[in-house]
């Protein structure tokens, strides 16, 4: 009986809760190399193996017509859970001549020099392997793959060729994958979400639908799913797309569009490919016209869905008018316990200007939220910021 006592101090010792902690580390601030104004477009994932990769947008301009400037994809990896983290590397590269997409050109400004890399995505496999889709002129898309957690790519090959079939429903010109992290589902299945647009609205990226690709040979080949979120009166452009598996195995897609609700579209599919729900807006969560990031908490026995973006509109009014209160600030993440069916909590990660995000967890249950935010560097557009900053903190500190 002598021991009891010290069994249970021991027992309380191991089963306590683990302190808040909340730091922050800017990977790409403007000004730190000169042929980058501007780093936009934040992805995050960690590897089977526990390796943290860190990507971005660079582009040389940081105003005018910058989604079709010259971009570069950086890389930045991670192996001690975000704490330190290698060089940027350029991990995009096409051989052979480039040329831009004509809708482009019919925008001023557009140098037809520049070559633009854009909307990275990458998927953390369950074995090791690490897939990266990137588009070229908004018209191309590659795949590569890496074998090494990051620190090497295969060379790219192209997988336009999977778009075709979308023709027949929406005769696109412009296209981008994600961006951010996209998934793996339980069955081995790759799922990308896209966006489509004819090119003929504004900056050439509108009117816009949301569709998926997806890979059931590991990246091999991709195949066209449906069209999930076309654009109605009610759905206005959807676009920027993340997508998550719930846990009875359909897949979500969390839709960024222009729609005057001022509230994300959730649909949601069987399969990650067909069969898709009639779209509906959260109420939780509000749009600010911004991309977001999602991505799933399994750790000491919670099964949790967290959500990253702008939280902000007007308040008072739970709306937002046409060209007011529409400001990209106040990231915060959110957390659904029930699918995400309801959000009771939100947490401010960033108070003030504040903008594009991702999200991920590692195996330790360190979460991390890599995301756009205002920096000391004057002229930097207010839609993207003047750094990039990986938030680390923990459950507790979300929760507190």
């Not at 010792?13 to 000004?31: S, T």
């Not at 890496?146 to 005769?171: C, H, M, N, R, V």
């Not at 069987?270 to 911004?290: K, Q, V, Y």
Request: aromatic content about 8%; some cysteine.
């Amino acid at each position: 009986m002598k021991h009891i006592p010290i069994l249970i101090l021991a027992l309380c010792g191991f089963i306590q809760a683990a302190e808040p902690f909340m730091e922050k580390q800017d990977l790409f601030i403007v000004g730190e190399d000169p042929a980058y104004a501007l780093y936009h477009i934040p992805g995050v994932v960690v590897t089977a193996k526990g390796t943290v990769l860190a990507w971005c947008e660079a582009r040389k301009r940081a105003a005018g017509v910058s989604d079709w400037d010259d971009i570069r994809i950086l890389l930045r990896r991670s192996t001690d859970e975000g704490k330190t983290w290698s060089t940027p590397k350029s991990i995009a590269n096409v051989e052979g001549p480039k040329v831009k997409n004509p809708f482009a050109l019919k925008m001023k400004n557009v140098d037809p020099n520049d070559v633009t890399y854009n909307n990275p995505v990458l998927i953390a496999d369950k074995d090791g392997t690490v897939h990266m889709l990137f588009c070229l002129e908004y018209e191309r898309v590659f795949y590569q793959r890496s074998d090494d957690d990051g620190l090497t790519f295969s060379q790219p090959t192209e997988i336009t060729i999977a778009f075709k079939d979308f023709k027949k429903d929406y005769d696109w010109k412009v296209l981008a994958t994600g961006p951010n992290h996209s998934i793996q589902l339980k069955t081995g299945r790759l799922v990308v979400p896209v966006w489509l647009s004819t090119g003929e609205g504004g900056n050439a990226h509108r009117p816009s639908v949301t569709a998926t690709i997806y890979s059931d040979d590991q990246g091999k080949t991709w195949k066209a799913g449906d069209i999930a979120v076309p654009c109605t009166d009610d759905w206005i452009n959807p676009n920027e797309t993340v997508a998550i598996e719930l846990n009875d195995g359909r897949v979500m897609l969390n839709v960024r569009s222009e729609s005057k609700a001022h509230r994300r579209l959730i649909v949601t599919s069987p399969n990650g490919a067909t069969g898709w729900s009639t779209p509906r807006f959260d109420e939780a969560l509000l749009e600010p016209i911004c991309m977001g990031g999602i991505v799933r908490y399994n750790h000491e026995g919670k099964s949790l869905i967290l959500f990253s973006n702008p939280h902000n509109l007007d308040k008072a009014k739970g709306k937002a008018e046409p060209g007011k209160n529409r400001d990209r600030k106040n990231v915060s993440v959110k957390i659904s316990r029930d699918e995400a069916k309801t959000w009771p909590v939100n947490k401010l990660i960033e108070d003030g200007p504040s903008m594009y995000s991702d999200i991920a967890v590692t195996p330790k249950g360190t979460i991390l939220c890599f995301y756009g935010r205002s920096g000391d560097s004057q002229g930097v557009a207010a839609f993207a910021g003047g750094r990039l900053t990986v938030a680390r903190f923990n459950l507790e500190w979300l929760e507190q």
